[in-house]
């Protein structure tokens, strides 16, 4: 009998210890800084000079999780730089491609569309402007 008993602590020992295991990959998935809260504006934001963002281009405004596209007839295009997959702010641009820190989604900072997995959602459109040539973006109309 005491056998068995051994097994059966054994068996809880080991679920206990799986159970901190778990828990590091839930928090894989959330945004850093741990309350996966990312936001982007919900108020029209000056982001900067209308010259900021060349023909063909993005800029990447980091702290107000957007990016900024001009396509090549110098029409505006803004997205909101929260990662659809798990809601990660997105902080690399490449070209036009951002890239999600967490898990590697990319997306086309042009169209906002997905260009690699996981992620399977487009980033979100934002309302975008010049104004006084100064570039105002924020929550779609």
Excluded: W
């Excluded at 159970?19 to 998935?29: K, N, S």
């Excluded at 990016?67 to 929260?82: E, H, N």
């Excluded at 690399?92 to 086309?108: A, R, Y």
Aim: net charge positive; with cysteine.
């Amino acid at each position: 009998m005491p056998a068995r008993s051994s097994a059966s602590r054994r068996t809880v020992l080991r679920g206990a210890a799986a159970v901190p295991v778990a828990g590091l990959g839930l928090a894989a998935c959330s945004a850093p800084g741990g309350n996966g809260a990312a936001a982007t504006p919900t108020a029209p934001v000056d982001l900067g000079a209308e010259s900021e963002v060349a023909k063909g281009g993005a800029k990447l405004y980091r702290d107000h999780n957007v990016v900024v596209s001009r396509d090549q007839d110098g029409a505006l295009k803004a997205y909101s730089t929260i990662c659809t997959h798990a809601g990660c702010p997105i902080n690399k641009l490449q070209g036009t491609t951002l890239i999600c820190p967490c898990h590697g989604s990319e997306f086309d900072a042009v169209t906002g569309k997905v260009v690699q997995a996981p992620a399977t959602e487009p980033l979100a459109e934002l309302s975008v402007k010049a104004t006084k040539g100064r570039i105002v973006a924020g929550p779609a109309d």
